[in-house]
């Protein structure tokens, strides 16, 4: 609910969550599916440090592919 | 004889017009405006006192507001608040919502109001209030009153409350059972509404589906390398010791933390607060909910301009989208004038 607000302002956002299939139904353009789960989202706890590392590495600049792709319906980035 | 405390603003509390628009709160004893109409078409409850606000003030000041009034209302004994009726006027209707919104979270009592359909005030707070559909002018004041007092007495006697139509106000969005006459059974419901509808005469759907309101696609960021990007969280990790008091659920503020000059988190040093999931993890490592580090590598790769200094965090956990709706609309307007290129935004 948040990211769409925060859409209008025409800037592009990109929701980074464990659950995709909320943000699916209330509608947010650009979703993100998290590495980890909800405790948490942007790494697997349980991998090594430098794997953990590696992941939050790999999935912001993911955020940052799907906030450059033009889309023009809600996607769904991985 | 229950007690009642009512709210208006500066113009119905009869302390002025737009010129006191910025009056801040006062406590009335008694009925006063409207009240002193509605007293008496209230049953078994008086009215023993009346929150008085300049529109302007509650608009600008809302949290000193709140505040104000807080310290009025907490060693008194009331039973139900009432705000408004509001009518048209939007900063009116919006200051109703939010008084009533606050008193029945700070003090578990409930609070209704009345305005009009198109009033601001009804999108932002429908889900969380009880907002009557009234008239949009002063004007149907002799119209909201009963209104509002008819549904007070019910709240007060504790009758059961039905749906929205029926009893009156805007629709929530939320489901309850309610035994009907015997006589109605849904199957019958069913049958009559299907010949309605063959017949092509006008029936009322019993499940009306929402369709989520889309927002445009903004437009894709052209070069990520000169682009500043912000991180807001909803997964409620903040600096040790929560220094700005973010609430576990239904939180209706964030902080904002600087994070110039630092390249990681480290564990002891933040928190999470959010009463949805368990904190080991997050305790144990901030970065997995706030990827300092990503972002910080990305930008000496040059693969981004970078991120702006400073977070916004929250607590996403049993959030309504009124303090959603509001939260957002804060950010953007603390940011206006930063050339944020886009959002990233983390939930648990």
């Not at chain 2, 023993?48 to 060693?75: P, S, W």
């Not at chain 2, 009518?87 to 609070?111: E, K």
Request: contains cysteine; charged residues 25%; aromatic residues 8%.
């Amino acid at each position: 609910m948040m990211v769409k607000e925060l859409e209008k302002s025409g800037k592009p956002v990109v929701h980074i969550t464990a659950m995709t299939p909320v943000s699916q139904a209330i509608g947010v353009n650009r979703i993100l599916q998290a590495t980890g789960g909800i405790p948490s989202p942007m790494c697997d706890p349980k991998a090594s440090e430098e794997e953990q590392a590696q992941q939050r590495y790999r999935l912001i600049s993911t955020a940052v592919k799907a906030l450059s792709t033009d889309i023009k319906e809600q996607t769904v980035f991985y | 004889m229950k007690k009642v405390i009512l709210y208006i603003n500066q113009f119905f509390g009869q302390i002025g017009g737009e010129e006191a628009a910025d009056h801040e709160p006062v406590l009335a004893e008694g009925p006063v405006g409207p009240g002193l109409a509605l007293q008496p078409q209230l049953k078994d409850a008086q009215i023993t006192h009346t929150v008085i606000c300049g529109d302007d003030y509650m608009n600008e000041h809302t949290r000193q507001a709140m505040e104000t009034i807080e310290g009025f209302l907490k060693d008194l004994e009331f039973d139900l608040l009432i705000a408004g009726p509001a009518f048209f006027a939007g900063r009116y209707g919006t200051n109703c919502g939010r008084i009533c919104q606050f008193v029945q979270q700070r003090f578990h009592v409930p609070a209704i109001t009345c305005m009009y359909r198109e009033n601001p005030g009804v999108e932002m707070f429908r889900k969380d209030v009880y907002i009557l559909e009234g008239g949009n002018s002063a004007a149907k004041m002799r119209k909201d009153l009963p209104k509002l007092a008819r549904f007070a007495n019910k709240l007060l006697a504790g009758d059961p409350i039905l749906w929205a139509e029926e009893e009156g106000y805007f629709s929530r969005g939320v489901r309850a059972e309610v035994v009907l006459d015997r006589s109605r059974t849904a199957d019958q419901r069913a049958f009559d509404m299907l010949m309605k509808k063959l017949k092509g005469e006008p029936y009322q759907t019993e499940s009306p589906i929402e369709i989520p309101q889309k927002v445009p696609i903004a437009p894709p960021v052209k070069d990520p390398s000169k682009a500043t990007y912000l991180f807001v969280s909803t997964g409620g990790v903040v600096p040790m010791g929560n220094p700005d008091h973010i609430t576990t659920g239904t939180a209706d503020h964030y902080g904002v933390y600087d994070l110039t000059g630092q390249d990681t988190l480290k564990a002891g040093e933040w928190e999470s607060v959010h009463g949805g999931y368990d904190h080991a993890y997050a305790n144990a490592d901030p970065l997995t909910h706030i990827p300092l580090d990503a972002f910080r590598k990305l930008e000496q790769e040059g693969k981004i301009g970078g991120l702006y200094p400073k977070i916004f965090c929250t607590v996403g956990n049993l959030n309504s989208e009124t303090n959603a709706v509001n939260m957002a609309r804060e950010i953007l307007k603390e940011l206006q004038d930063q050339n944020i290129s886009a959002i990233v935004l983390g939930s648990a």
